[in-house]
């Protein structure tokens, strides 16, 4: 089994930075793509950006220049440092990634729970 574990988010102020941090973690072969998705109240989830191989990354107009994804291949982890946050920018954000399994026959996507960042003064 896989398992997508967010972490990082929480209450921060217009302006302000947050770093969000995912870790997958099970019987992981190999990683494809990994991203980041939100989801605001009243709102369909996302694309924030996604980062394939940790070299091609895409990100939302709405983040860039503001947000960076990076990913660390041999943690298996993905991380988001989120600047000059706005209002609009409160979500839940989810972890999303490619993977393929020790004992799979093909890429399947995994989820993680969501961590919820709000942007409030």
């Known amino acids: 089994q896989v398992q997508l574990v967010e972490s990082g988010g929480g209450l921060v102020q217009p302006g302000g930075s947050l770093r969000l941090s995912c870790a997958a973690s099970?019987?992981?072969?190999?990683?494809?793509?990994m991203g980041w998705y939100r989801q605001a109240p009243g709102k369909q989830r996302e694309l924030v950006a996604v980062i394939v191989s940790g070299v091609s990354t895409n990100y939302a107009d709405s983040v860039k220049g503001r947000f960076t994804i990076s990913r660390d291949n041999a943690k298996n982890t993905v991380s988001l440092q989120m600047n000059s946050l706005k209002p609009e920018d409160t979500a839940v954000y989810y972890c999303n990634a490619d993977i393929w399994t020790v004992h799979g026959v093909s890429w399947m996507e995994y989820w993680g729970k969501g961590t919820l960042v709000t942007v409030s003064s």
């Open positions: 099970g019987s992981i072969f190999s990683i494809n793509r």
